[in-house]
């Protein structure tokens, strides 16, 4: 698609784009879909610090980092049950600190954390804005084919030649003759090269956010969109001490797992990085990155690890969408209420219905209310220009519907919809029950949480139900769970058994042992485990999600199985202080990995095994590198795909005492 084409005609380039983009996912669906959608919801955070910083996801990045809480969740007026509401005790000042609960200890450390994340996301794209070009000619591969070498190298698709630097009188290449649109020399050092520079770049492995990761003269090269064993043309967009990111221009040796990626805003929305991989190559992909991670963080490049586990149809699979909201006037016509996740690196929302990885239950209920908040006309906190604003005005600042949070149970049918909002007092609420039962029969039950800070964190501490019931029910294998709308479920139920079962072939329990479920969630995988164990003890900081455990053990039998409220590394030494030593440690800790407390407590108390479910290899492998130098050996690695068309790999690690 020209980049010229379309400026004279009143519409930015990035809604060209994406007008452009839908009309031709008609031809390019996904297999076994009839309506091929758009793209992904929340999606599982990206990684910082690894091999180059992420681009901001906001809302993805409180999927595996699950917003902490103060107060028990509340019942609404409306909603007639009611549980009382505990009153949040401040936990920012430091003299204070030893006084917060572990709840409360977990959630400062989270919004600190989350406030840093924001600010570096910040600055790093303040840097590169200025370098950027839009979302489209970011991704060239988005949505449309990069040119491959031989049919329009050095030319734009509307077929001009692309002016280079050195076509503008600079010659990035002081000891070549660069022509237009044409690479002939390059420096002999990568420290001569400069943010405009052509450079080729053999692609050797795809990096943890999905990027193509080559070397030029040595460094480090990242290439969004570009895939292991290509050889492609890149622009220079950034170049620091340890890489140089790059734009792909063009691909001169193009690989035999690129596919056209389905979705009309891939490469905008920011949720998938893995579209242009056929689903055998971002296998491959995934094994890759966990290799990599263990040999560079924990100096094991010859490891032994599994093929990873994939999908059969790696579509449609995620049980849950956490979608920002906005009201966008049309011109003539009624304003639209669309949701979406934000647009790489910006606080644009782009729109999705219709995502392929989604559930297709979930995204008839993301449209079901979208437009019943549309109808009702209920303020919103982004965009509201027309109606509703005015009803719940605050000293100017709107205040509305921020964030839509729809889970789905692929055994049970039910639909959770929790609306996160900046204030409680959310207008025709009655109204909103009754259009949302008829338009969403399968819902169970509808709640209004509360967040009035301007956070990454989509939840805030109070959840209030309207109607139904607060926690939904689901099912994996035997066993029913119930979950509260702001614990932490698996995104990938088919998936997840294949998780779970991997836990427990790795924990190989003979019924004697005593197992610690540490990061349990609600009980999952202490539950799937308890009938194999002497005892299981399960550890988990938001209150609720324990709550939910101690249920889901009583409604499933499991009474060899309790759970308990609290951080994991300081329960843990607490435990053990007590004189309990587990056989057996399970943990599933968040994408930061495990404390330090933590595994300097596994080394004290010495299980026979510890098997490590994670959700980063980067962390994973800095952590087991921590347990093998203390007496560990590994036993297995098995990767697993939990994300289909994205990036993110999960890991079961065995590891068993020397
Ligand atoms: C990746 S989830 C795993 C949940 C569960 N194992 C499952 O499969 O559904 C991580 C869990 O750890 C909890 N968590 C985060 N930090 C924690 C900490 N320091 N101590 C205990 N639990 C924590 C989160 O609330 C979340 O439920």
Same mark, same amino acid.
């Given at each position: 698609?020209?980049?010229?084409?379309?400026?004279?005609?009143?519409?930015? =380039?990035?809604?060209?784009?994406?007008?452009?983009?839908?009309?031709?996912?008609?031809?390019?669906?996904?297999?076994?879909?009839?309506?091929?959608?758009?793209?992904?919801?929340?999606?599982?955070?990206?990684?910082?610090?690894?091999?180059?910083?992420?681009?901001?996801?906001?809302?993805?990045?409180?999927?595996?980092?699950?917003?902490?809480?103060?107060?028990?969740?509340?019942?609404?007026?409306?909603?007639?049950?009611?549980?009382?509401?505990?009153?949040?005790?401040?936990?920012?000042?430091?003299?204070?600190?030893?006084?917060?609960?572990?709840?409360?200890?977990?959630?400062?450390?989270?919004?600190? $954390?989350?406030?840093?994340?924001?600010?570096?996301?910040?600055?790093?794209?303040?840097?590169?804005?200025?370098?950027?070009?839009?979302?489209?000619?970011?991704?060239?591969?988005?949505?449309?084919?990069?040119?491959?070498?031989?049919?329009?190298?050095?030319?734009?698709?509307?077929?001009?030649?692309?002016?280079?630097?050195?076509?503008?009188?600079?010659?990035?290449? *002081?000891?070549?003759?660069?022509?237009?649109?044409?690479? %002939?020399?390059?420096?002999?050092?990568?420290?001569?090269?400069?943010?405009?520079?052509?450079? @080729?770049?053999?692609?050797?492995?795809?990096?943890?956010?999905?990027?193509?990761?080559?070397?030029?003269?040595?460094?480090?090269?990242?290439?969004?969109?570009?895939?292991?064993?290509?050889?492609?043309?890149?622009?220079?967009?950034?170049?620091?001490?340890?890489?140089?990111?790059?734009?792909?221009?063009?691909? #001169?040796?193009?690989?035999?797992?690129?596919?056209?990626?389905?979705?009309?805003?891939?490469?905008?929305?920011?949720? +998938?990085?893995?579209?242009?991989?056929?689903?055998?190559?971002?296998?491959?992909?995934?094994? &890759?990155?966990?290799?990599?991670?263990?040999?560079?963080?924990?100096?094991?490049?010859?490891?032994?690890?599994?093929?990873?586990?994939?999908?059969? $149809?790696?579509?449609?699979?995620?049980?849950?969408?956490?979608?920002?909201?906005?009201?966008?006037?049309?011109?003539?016509?009624?304003?639209?209420? !669309?949701?979406?996740?934000?647009?790489?690196?910006?606080? #644009?929302?782009?729109?999705?219905?219709? +995502?392929?990885?989604?559930?297709?239950?979930?995204?008839?209920?993301?449209?079901?209310?979208?437009?019943?908040?549309?109808?009702?006309?209920?303020?919103?906190?982004?965009?509201?220009? =027309?109606?509703? $604003?005015?009803?719940?005005?605050?000293?100017?600042?709107?205040?509305?519907?921020?964030?839509?949070?729809?889970?789905?149970?692929?055994?049970?049918?039910? !639909?959770?919809?929790?609306?996160? /909002?900046? %204030?409680?007092?959310?207008?025709?609420?009655?109204?909103?029950?009754?259009?949302?039962?008829?338009?969403?029969?399968?819902?169970?039950?509808?709640?209004?949480?509360?967040?009035?800070?301007?956070?990454?964190?989509?939840?805030?501490?109070?959840?209030?139900?309207?109607?139904?019931?607060?926690?939904?029910?689901?099912?994996?294998?035997?066993?029913?769970?119930?979950?509260?709308?702001?614990?932490?479920?698996?995104?990938?139920?088919?998936?997840?058994?294949?998780?779970? &079962?991997? @836990?427990?072939?790795?924990?190989?329990?003979?019924?004697? &042992?005593?197992?610690?479920?540490?990061?349990?969630?609600?009980?999952?995988?202490?539950?799937?485990?308890?009938?194999?164990?002497?005892?299981?003890?399960?550890?988990?900081?938001?209150?609720?999600?324990?709550?939910?455990?101690?249920?889901?053990?009583?409604?499933?039998?499991?009474?060899?199985?309790?759970?308990?409220?609290?951080?994991?590394?300081?329960?843990? *030494?607490?435990?053990?202080?007590?004189?309990?030593?587990?056989?057996?440690?399970?943990?599933?800790? *968040?994408? @930061?990995?495990?404390?330090?407390?933590?595994?300097?407590?596994?080394?004290?108390?010495?299980?026979?095994?510890?098997?490590?479910?994670? +959700?980063?290899?980067?962390?994973?492998?800095?952590?087991?590198?921590?347990?093998?130098?203390?007496?560990?050996?590994?036993?297995?690695?098995?990767?697993?795909?939990?994300?289909?068309? /994205?990036?993110?790999?999960?890991?079961?690690?065995?590891?068993?005492?020397?």
């Amino acid at each position: 698609m020209s980049e010229q084409k379309g400026k004279s005609e009143g519409i930015s =380039r990035k809604e060209r784009k994406l007008q452009t983009a839908k009309e031709e996912k008609k031809k390019n669906r996904p297999s076994g879909k009839k309506k091929p959608g758009v793209k992904r919801s929340a999606m599982p955070g990206k990684e910082v610090g690894g091999e180059q910083a992420a681009s901001a996801l906001p809302a993805a990045q409180s999927e595996r980092k699950p917003a902490p809480r103060k107060e028990r969740s509340e019942r609404g007026a409306s909603a007639g049950r009611g549980r009382a509401s505990a009153s949040a005790r401040p936990a920012e000042s430091n003299d204070q600190a030893e006084r917060l609960s572990p709840s409360e200890r977990y959630e400062k450390r989270q919004s600190e $954390r989350a406030s840093a994340e924001a600010a570096k996301q910040a600055s790093g794209q303040k840097k590169t804005k200025a370098k950027r070009e839009t979302s489209a000619s970011r991704q060239p591969y988005a949505g449309s084919k990069a040119p491959v070498s031989g049919t329009d190298m050095g030319k734009t698709q509307s077929g001009r030649v692309q002016r280079d630097p050195a076509a503008a009188g600079k010659n990035p290449y *002081p000891n070549g003759n660069a022509a237009a649109g044409k690479l %002939t020399a390059a420096p002999a050092d990568a420290e001569q090269v400069k943010v405009g520079d052509r450079i @080729v770049v053999t692609i050797k492995r795809i990096g943890i956010n999905g990027e193509g990761v080559g070397y030029f003269r040595r460094k480090a090269v990242f290439v969004d969109g570009a895939i292991t064993n290509e050889v492609v043309k890149a622009e220079v967009l950034e170049t620091q001490a340890k890489f140089i990111k790059a734009k792909l221009i063009e691909i #001169e040796k193009k690989s035999k797992h690129r596919v056209e990626p389905p979705c009309p805003v891939y490469g905008i929305c920011g949720g +998938c990085q893995l579209q242009h991989i056929s689903y055998e190559g971002q296998l491959i992909a995934k094994l &890759e990155i966990v290799r990599e991670a263990f040999s560079r963080y924990a100096n094991l490049s010859d490891l032994k690890i599994k093929p990873t586990l994939g999908m059969d $149809r790696p579509w449609d699979y995620r049980n849950k969408a956490q979608l920002q909201v906005e009201r966008r006037d049309v011109k003539g016509a009624k304003s639209e209420v !669309i949701a979406g996740l934000y647009e790489i690196g910006s606080h #644009e929302i782009v729109d999705i219905s219709g +995502c392929p990885i989604q559930h297709p239950q979930v995204n008839r209920a993301i449209d079901r209310v979208k437009a019943v908040l549309g109808d009702l006309n209920i303020p919103l906190s982004k965009g509201d220009s =027309r109606g509703g $604003r005015g009803d719940i005005k605050d000293s100017g600042t709107r205040k509305g519907v921020r964030t839509i949070v729809v889970r789905n149970g692929f055994q049970s049918g039910e !639909i959770q919809v929790t609306l996160v /909002t900046e %204030t409680a007092d959310l207008p025709r609420q009655e109204d909103l029950i009754e259009r949302l039962r008829l338009e969403l029969p399968e819902m169970s039950g509808l709640s209004v949480n509360v967040n009035p800070f301007k956070t990454p964190l989509v939840f805030g501490e109070r959840t209030i139900g309207l109607w139904g019931n607060e926690a939904m029910n689901e099912s994996l294998g035997d066993l029913n769970f119930t979950l509260s709308p702001r614990a932490f479920f698996q995104l990938n139920p088919e998936q997840t058994i294949k998780l779970y &079962e991997t @836990v427990k072939a790795g924990a190989a329990l003979t019924g004697k &042992e005593t197992v610690v479920d540490a990061y349990c969630g609600t009980g999952t995988i202490g539950l799937w485990l308890a009938p194999y164990a002497a005892e299981v003890r399960g550890i988990e900081v938001i209150p609720e999600a324990v709550e939910d455990a101690r249920r889901n053990a009583e409604r499933n039998g499991r009474d060899n199985a309790d759970f308990f409220e609290g951080e994991a590394e300081d329960l843990l *030494p607490r435990w053990a202080k007590e004189g309990y030593s587990p056989d057996v440690i399970v943990a599933d800790p *968040p994408r @930061v990995g495990l404390d330090r407390k933590f595994l300097e407590t596994v080394l004290r108390t010495k299980p026979q095994k510890f098997v490590y479910v994670s +959700c980063n290899p980067s962390t994973l492998a800095k952590d087991c590198k921590v347990l093998l130098d203390g007496g560990y050996e590994i036993q297995s690695v098995q990767p697993l795909d939990m994300f289909p068309q /994205t990036s993110q790999v999960e890991c079961v690690t065995v590891l068993v005492k020397k």
